[in-house]
C-alpha cells in the first residue's frame, strides 16, 4: 500500500483513477479504514523510542483524528480478535463529557474512525470502550486527578492537555499509572498554551512533536469558516496560537500580555491627526543580523492630553542592507501619508540620515537618542495601553511585533535577539503620545 501522506497529495487524478482500478473489492472495501493512505504527515506518529508524541496545531489541523487513529493502531490485531500491542488505554479530557463527545463519539473520534467489524462498544456506566479482542480503554477526567490513582495502563491519550486547569497533577498521576507492557507511550494532541506543564514536556528528550497549521487541513473545513477566523485573527498574536498552532512565551513581569493585547484590538480606524514611521536600524547586514524595526503609528490628538489615542498601523520591518531598510521605511511613509521619519541614531549616527537621503532627499527625518535602557522606555509605552490608550489595527500582520512585547520584561527582554520592532514602536509612541504631552504638560512661565 503506498503512503497516502507523500502520495495522495501529489497524485493526479489520472494516477489516482490507475491505482483504484489496481485494487480488488476486499483492498477497496478496506481502504476507507487505512490511514496512513490518507493521513497528513503531521497526524502519523515519527519513528523511533519516543515516550510522548505531542500532535499540535492549529484549531481544525486534525489533531483528534490523529490521536483516535493512534488508539486504534495501538489495540488492533492484523485480524480481528489477535490483540494489538496495547490493551489497557487511559483516554484523558478536560472532563468527562469532552472525552465522551469529543474522543468517543465526535465526528473525529474513536468510534468514527473504527471499522464496523472493530468497533469499540462504549460501556456508559464503566465509562470505557471495550474493543472484540478485549482491549479497553477508559475515561478520564482532568478535573480529577485522583482518578488515576490505582488503574494501570500500557498506552495514553490526551486531549487539549493545554487548556487543563489542573494540568500538572492530572499529568502526574498519569505518568505514574503509565506502566504496563514493554515500553508504554501517550500521545498528546493540543492546541498550544503558554503552560508550564506543556514547556516541561517538550523539553524531554523522550518527546517527540508533529505540527501543523489550521489551513493543512483546509480540504476537511468549511472555506466560509477559514476566511472568517484569518480574517478576524490573521497576522495577531492569537491567531498564531490557534490557527497557527505556535506555542507562545508569555513572561513572567512581562510588560505586556496576550490579553492585554487582545483587549487593545479594533477593526475600524478614526482619521488620524498625525502619523509617523518609526525606524530601530539593524547594525550589521549579514545573513544571521537582526532585522530593522519599521513600525507606523497613528495618533488622534484633539483635546485634551487625556484623550489622546494612538493607533498601531503597521510593522513593516525588513532584514537586509541599509538601503532596503531605507526604502522600506521610505516606502511605509508614502502607503501612510506619514508626516516624518524618527530613527534610533545611537548606532550608527549621522550614517543613518545619510542612507536615508540617498534614496529620498526632501524626506522630513528626526534624529533620536536612547539615552535609557531599552525596559525603561518601554515603561511609559505599556502604560499607555494599561490605560486603553493605544490600539491594535485588526488588519495589520502585528504577530511578531506582538511577541516581541510579550518578551519584554521590566529586568529587560527576554526573548532571543534584539526587540527591533518593540523598540520602533517605542520610538513612535514616545514621538506621538509621550513627547508632545510632556510639552503640553509643561507649565508656561510668563516673561515681565
Known amino acids: 500500500m503506498r503512503s497516502g501522506a507523500g502520495w495522495l497529495a501529489c497524485a493526479t487524478p489520472e494516477d489516482v483513477d490507475e491505482f483504484l482500478a489496481g485494487l480488488g473489492e476486499n483492498a477497496l472495501l478496506a481502504l476507507p479504514w487505512v490511514f496512513e493512505f490518507w493521513a497528513l504527515p503531521h497526524q502519523l506518529p515519527p519513528k523511533g523510542g519516543w515516550k510522548s508524541w505531542v500532535v499540535m496545531g492549529g484549531r481544525g489541523a486534525g489533531k483528534t483524528r490523529a490521536g483516535a487513529e493512534w488508539v486504534r493502531a495501538q489495540?488492533?490485531?492484523?485480524?480481528?480478535?489477535?490483540?494489538?500491542?496495547?490493551?489497557?488505554?487511559?483516554?484523558?479530557?478536560?472532563?468527562?463529557?469532552?472525552?465522551?463527545?469529543?474522543?468517543?463519539?465526535?465526528?473525529?473520534?474513536?468510534?468514527?474512525?473504527?471499522?464496523?467489524?472493530?468497533?469499540?462498544?462504549?460501556?456508559?456506566?464503566?465509562?470505557?470502550?471495550?474493543?472484540?479482542?478485549g482491549a479497553t480503554a477508559q475515561a478520564f477526567s482532568a478535573h480529577e486527578p485522583e482518578g488515576l490513582r490505582g488503574p494501570q495502563f500500557d498506552a495514553a491519550w490526551v486531549d487539549e492537555l493545554a487548556k487543563w486547569k489542573h494540568a500538572e497533577e492530572t499529568w502526574d498521576m498519569l505518568q505514574f499509572a503509565l506502566r504496563l507492557g514493554e515500553h508504554p507511550q501517550q500521545v498528546i494532541t493540543t492546541t498550544p498554551r503558554n503552560?508550564?506543564?506543556?514547556?516541561?514536556?517538550?523539553?524531554?528528550?523522550?518527546?517527540?512533536?508533529?505540527?501543523?497549521?489550521?489551513?493543512?487541513?483546509?480540504?476537511?473545513?468549511?472555506e466560509s469558516f477559514l476566511e472568517e477566523v484569518q480574517a478576524r485573527y490573521?497576522?495577531?498574536?492569537?491567531?498564531?496560537?490557534?490557527?497557527?498552532?505556535?506555542?507562545l512565551d508569555d513572561v513572567e513581569g512581562a510588560l505586556w500580555t496576550s490579553a492585554m493585547l487582545e483587549q487593545s484590538r479594533v477593526a475600524a480606524l478614526p482619521e488620524m491627526d498625525r502619523i509617523v514611521v518609526a525606524l530601530d536600524p539593524a547594525v550589521t547586514a549579514n545573513k544571521g543580523s537582526d532585522e530593522c524595526g519599521i513600525v507606523v503609528v497613528g495618533a488622534v490628538t484633539k483635546g485634551p492630553v487625556q484623550d489622546w489615542r494612538a493607533y498601531v498601523l503597521a510593522d513593516c520591518s525588513v532584514?537586509?542592507?541599509?538601503?532596503?531598510?531605507?526604502?522600506?521605511?521610505?516606502?511605509?511613509?508614502?502607503?501612510?501619508?506619514?508626516?516624518?521619519?524618527?530613527?534610533?541614531?545611537?548606532?550608527?549616527?549621522?550614517?543613518?540620515?545619510?542612507?536615508?537621503?540617498?534614496?529620498?532627499?526632501?524626506?522630513?527625518?528626526?534624529?533620536?537618542?536612547?539615552?535609557?535602557?531599552?525596559?525603561?522606555?518601554?515603561?511609559?509605552?505599556?502604560?499607555?495601553?494599561?490605560?486603553?490608550?493605544?490600539?491594535?489595527?485588526?488588519?495589520?500582520?502585528?504577530?511578531?511585533?506582538?511577541?516581541?512585547?510579550?518578551?519584554?520584561?521590566?529586568?529587560?527582554?527576554?526573548?532571543?535577539?534584539?526587540?527591533?520592532?518593540?523598540?520602533?514602536?517605542?520610538?513612535?509612541?514616545?514621538?506621538?503620545?509621550i513627547e508632545p504631552a510632556a510639552h503640553w504638560r509643561r507649565p508656561q512661565v510668563r516673561r515681565l
Open 319 to 433: 532584514q537586509g542592507k541599509p538601503t532596503d531598510w531605507a526604502r522600506a521605511a521610505i516606502a511605509a511613509m508614502e502607503r501612510f501619508g506619514a508626516e516624518k521619519l524618527v530613527a534610533e541614531v545611537n548606532q550608527g549616527g549621522d550614517l543613518i540620515e545619510s542612507v536615508i537621503r540617498q534614496i529620498d532627499p526632501l524626506v522630513p527625518f528626526k534624529a533620536l537618542r536612547a539615552s535609557r535602557g531599552k525596559s525603561a522606555r518601554a515603561e511609559p509605552v505599556a502604560a499607555l495601553y494599561e490605560q486603553g490608550r493605544v490600539r491594535h489595527h485588526r488588519g495589520a500582520n502585528l504577530g511578531p511585533l506582538e511577541d516581541q512585547m510579550c518578551q519584554m520584561a521590566v529586568q529587560g527582554y527576554q526573548g532571543s535577539g534584539s526587540p527591533d520592532r518593540l523598540d520602533a514602536l517605542v520610538w513612535a509612541l514616545h514621538e506621538l503620545m
Open 195 to 222: 503552560v508550564g506543564v506543556l514547556k516541561t514536556i517538550l523539553k524531554n528528550p523522550s518527546t517527540v512533536m508533529t505540527h501543523a497549521p489550521t489551513e493543512a487541513n483546509r480540504a476537511y473545513l468549511a
Open 234 to 247: 490573521g497576522g495577531t498574536r492569537l491567531g498564531r496560537q490557534e490557527l497557527e498552532g505556535v506555542l
Open 75 to 133: 489495540v488492533e490485531g492484523a485480524r480481528l480478535l489477535d490483540p494489538g500491542r496495547a490493551r489497557r488505554v487511559a483516554l484523558v479530557g478536560e472532563t468527562f463529557d469532552q472525552v465522551r463527545e469529543v474522543m468517543i463519539f465526535g465526528e473525529s473520534g474513536i468510534l468514527a474512525c473504527s471499522p464496523p467489524d472493530r468497533r469499540p462498544v462504549w460501556e456508559a456506566g464503566r465509562k470505557r470502550l471495550v474493543w472484540p479482542n
